[in-house]
Structure formats: C-alpha cells, structure tokens
C-alpha cells in the first residue's frame, strides 16, 4: 500500500471518520441492556412513568445480594431541577432512613431480576410547580439497605420543547452485514415533520410522532442516519452510526513474517495483527488520513486469525503514527510496538526528557502507536556482559520515579557511580513499560514493548544499560506479565461490557486468585504463551537486559482459588509446569538470565522451582525486626 496522494487525500476527507464511540443521549435511553428504562420515550414531569430496573445489569459487589429476590425490594429516590446537578434535591415525603423500608417505594417483581414501579415524578417527589425537573436518581434496596445497586438516572424532560430519538436500533455505533435488515424507529415528543436520511440522502419523510422504515445495507465503510423532527420553529434530531462489513481479500502471511511491525527495508513494512474471529481490520493513520478506506483493508490469512498489510513508499527514517480499526468500532496501536503516542498523557513530558517528541496527531483518537524505517541502532560499549553469579548479588530495587527529581533514565545514569559506592552489583528497575498514565509504580501495563517515554527515549534506557554494565552491576527489569490495564490493545479488542469477553484469547474473564487487579492473563493459552516469550526474548536482545523479577508470580495460575488465600498459595502443579515453561524459554535466549519470582507459595512449589533454577523474593519483615529488637535471629536460607 502506497501512502495517499495529495488528490486522493482531498477526496477522501468527504468520508472523514468520526472515532468518538457511541454517541450518549441523556442519562438513559429507551433501549435493551440498560440498567433502568421507562416505558415513555420522553417522561415529563406530571405525567406517570413506569420505570423498569433489571438488577442484573447492575454494577458493584452490594447489587449482587439482591439477584433472586422476589420481594423486600424498594425504590430509593429523588428528584434534581438541574441536568448536572444532585439529583436527589427533591425527595419523597417519608424517605429518611436508609435502613428501614419506604413503602411508597416498594417494587413489584417482574421475574428474572427485573422490577417496576409507576410514578409522576412531580407529586412523587414533591417537586412545586413552576420549578423543572430535569433528572430523577435512583437505586434500589433492601428493605435494611445492606444490599442496594449503584446510582442511576432517568432523563425528564419539558413537554414545550421538541424532541427526537431513535427507540430501533438502540446501540449508536454498530456492525451489519450487507443485505441485513436494519429496522429503524424514530418517536418524536409531538407531531411533527418527520425526514430520515442516510449520508445525507433522503430515505424518507413523514408527519406524525413515529417514523418507521427498513433499510438493507449495502456497499461498505461508515454510514451516517439521522432522524429529524421540525414543529414551528422548533428542530430537533437524533443520529446513529453503523458500519457495513466488508470482505477482506484472502492471503497467505509472507515467509517469516512475526505479528506486529516487520521493517523490510527503509521504505517498506509489513503489519501483522493476530485477531482471531474478527471479521475485518483497516489500517488507519497518517498514511490513510485516519480514514478507513478501501486500500487500507488489510488481507486476511486463510484460517482467519491474522490481518495483515504490507506498506511501500515510506520516508527512510520518518516516523508514521497508526492504528488498527477493528471490526470498524474499536482502534488500538500495535500491541508490539516500541513508541506509542498518548493523547492525554504526552503533552505533560518535556523536551528534556524526551527530546523532539512527535506530536500527537490531531486527526486521531485514543493511543496511537509509531513506526520508523531506517533507525539508528543503538551502539553498544558492552555488547556482552559478565554477570555476577546469583549468589553474590546485591540488588538495589529503584523507581526511576522517585530515585530522582527529574524521573529521567539519564539522571539515574549519572548517578551510577553513587549506587556502586553503596556496593551494589545489581539494578532492579521497577516496571518501565509503557503503563496508564505518566505517574505510576509501572504494576499497570499497556504496552509490553515500549519503554514509557515519562523517563525518557528507547536510546537514553539502552544508555542506562549499557552505562551500568560499564561499571559491572548488572540490570533486571521488575516485568508485569499477569496482568494488563485496559488500554492493552487485547484487553479493548475483546471486551464484554465491564470485563474480557468470552473468547478472548488472552485474558480471563474473572482474575483466578483473590489478588484482583486489572485484568489477568489466562497463561494456559497458547496465544498467552506467544506472547509472553516475545515480551521476553525481545527486552534481552533488544536491550540486552540481564534477567527479569517477575511481579505477582504467583498469581500465573488457572487454578482457580476464588477469595481462599489459602488455596491460591497451596501447592500448584498446574502453575509449576507454567513457570518451568517460561524459564526454559528465557534461558534459550539466554542461558545465564536471571529469573527471579515474586512467589510466596507453598514451600514445596518454591523447592522445586528454585531446584530447576529460579531464584525468589524472600518475606525477612518478620525477622528483621525482630533482630532489630535485640532477638536472635537466623537468616540462612533467604
């Protein structure tokens, strides 16, 4: 794929992409899947409403409780006169106690974890005339107010002003197939000059409060539907978005070509993503315009698990932002690339830590990742390092962070020789991988290859390398490999709502232990497996790194434990076989690489992987300070 010319550029940007998501409309809308509905599209204030509230689709642990009941279940509630403000301003005559039941707010069952109640929220709430009523908060309870959902809101709305929605489709922001049947329904507030139109093109029109029509999707790319009402003087709309799949061209992965960014020359990569059971890929960016157009379909291989796309023309040494637009809603940056670009996040690092920083390019939404043929290698002043043995190490566990003022790898560069004088001969930095946000122990990982550009550039890390193996202390880095933040790539690309889908071939849907952080890796899969070795073999090679201390090693099992401490420390065969996996495959790139884990299970586990090679943390708290009291103490065996 040639990058776009200017011509073509100028008509392409009459199909300019809008990647904001699903559009809101309201605090809630009239749809499947929503916690709270009512069964009015446009509640006003002194007209009844029936409101529907399915406990199911609530969130918090507290809402759990009240899965099953059949009564003893109550309405919890107010009223606020502003959109943004409380909206419990106004509360039922009665309402005090939270821990008591409030009969006029009992719910009547209607199976399946689904209740209801009907209202007019002006006497409801007590709201005087002539004040508005712009939103209601609600949550149901127990009656003893031990179990109860979230907060929630309802919309209402003034019965002077005209209003539009789309009650079919519900989502915003969606995928059909082309000759699909797309049911459309818009409701207006009042009778009104119906249109609806498609890119602008009229589908059809009407006069009433209802306009239905069936659309049968056809051609590709991002479509535009927007319902609108015109009564007097008044206008009012209503949009969604939806995306015809196309088909994507059938071929073979070139011989010893790796998933993510493959350089060819100085002009030339080939991109590879491993997304299996996604119907499509484009590549979009500052080759594409961010546009996902035709030529940036990226091809497909035969057993569907791959998308991929060789780019020809590139500047030798110019660096390209790009994404990876998935199945036309989701767009992520390379899950292997070494540069990303953060839109909130980049404008807080400094020239001085990273200077000539690109910058974030305006067309874009969300992380971007970065490529750049022709890249000056880093030269090496110790190519081969002689590390000490594992008996004599003295690490220094450091937080480029708060080690020094500027958080800069250069600064902990130049205060080597300071470490080295305290007799150290080993570095433990902890977690540099790019990870959310700029400020951060590093325990949240986004992006496995890319050092965090807070610290600085890819070179000024090498240099810290290198510059500690000149004066012979070793480096380990502190790796995250069981769990990632939301922004991984694999985390958004297969995602259910509030947690990893089902077929996420990463990650699982709940965290198998009661240390639940972010989202856990599932290391029985193969997909999980891959990964983790490239993560490996690429930071000893890539920056020649001398081994890795592994956080919450214990936690890289599929054994589920639940909440039982217990039991996620008991010995783990399962978990045994994953650790001896990885170890082999780290000593095949480097047969002398540290493998030190962050373990603390049952001693049994800890012998017989410490027998096989790994080293451990050892928990002396205890024992410190008991010798610091003036107890005896034996410290043999840490």
Known sequence: ????????????????????????????????????????????????????????????????????KTNDVYLWSGAGST???????????????FAKPFEPGKMTSLGNDRWSIKLTPRSYFGVPAGTSIKRLGLLLKSSDGKSQTEDLFVTIYDNSQLRARFVTPAERSFLVEAGQPLPI????????????????????????????????????????????????????????????????????????????INYLGETSVILSLFAPSKKFVYLIG????????????????????????????????????????VDGTVAVGDPYADKILDPNNDRFITPATYPGLKP?????????????????????????????EESELVLYELL?????????????????????RMGINALELMPIMEFSGNDSWGYNPIYHFAPDKAYGSKN?????????????????????LNQADYEFPYVKMYWDGSQPSADNPYFNQQVT??????????????????????????????????????????????????????????????????????YDKIRSYDPSAYVILEHFADNQEERELANYGMLFWGNANFDYRKAAAGENRSFNGL
């Open 83 to 97: 959109a943004g403000g409380n909206a419990f301003e106004f509360t039922p005559q009665g309402q005090t106690d």
């Open 185 to 260: 329904l818009g409701v207006a507030s009042q009778s009104s000059q119906l249109s609806l139109t498609l890119d602008g093109v009229n589908l059809q029109t009407a006069v009433g409060d209802s306009l239905r029509y069936i659309y049968n999707p056809t051609g590709e790319g991002r479509r535009t539907v927007i319902f609108k009402a015109t009564g007097g003087t008044q206008t009012a709309s209503d949009t969604f978005f939806f995306t015809v799949a196309p088909q994507p061209e059938i071929a073979s992965l070139p011989t010893g070509i790796k998933d993510g």
């Open 513 to 582: 232990h009661p240390f639940s952080v972010f989202f856990d890796f599932n290391h029985e899969q193969q997909a999980t497996k891959d990964y983790v070795d490239r993560v490996c073999e690429y930071w000893i090679k890539e920056y020649k790194v001398d081994g890795f201390r592994f956080d919450l090693s214990k936690g890289f099992t599929q054994k589920n434990s639940g909440s039982n401490v217990g039991t996620w420390s008991a010995y783990d065969e399962s978990r045994i076989k994953i650790w001896k996996r990885m």
């Open 286 to 325: 500052e080759m594409t315009d961010w546009l996902p157009v035709p030529p940036s379909l990226m091809k497909r291989t035969p057993d569907g698990n791959r998308y991929w796309m060789q780019i020809n023309g590139l500047k030798a040494g110019q660096e390209y932002a790009f994404q990876y637009l």
């Open 460 to 480: 000024a890390l090498k240099e810290l390398i290198d510059r500690s193996h000149t004066n012979g202390i070793a480096v380990i880095l502190d790796i995250v």
């Open 360 to 388: 974030y390019p305006s067309q874009a939404s969300g992380i971007v990742s970065v490529l750049q043929t022709a890249q000056q290698p880093y030269s090496w002043e110790v190519p081969s390092f002689t590390r000490p």
């Open 400 to 420: 480029v962070r708060d080690f020094v003022g500027t958080r800069r790898y250069t600064t902990v560069a130049d205060s080597l020789l300071y470490l080295k």
């Open 1 to 68: 794929m040639q990058p776009l010319s200017t011509n073509s550029r100028r008509f392409l940007m009459r199909l300019t992409l809008f990647l904001t998501g699903v559009l809101l409309l309201g605090d809630v809308s009239y749809t499947i899947g929503q916690v709270v509905t009512t069964q009015s599209t446009f509640p006003y204030p002194e007209n009844e409403i029936t409101v529907i509230i399915d406990v199911k689709l609530a969130q918090g642990n507290r809402a759990k409780a009240l899965l099953g």
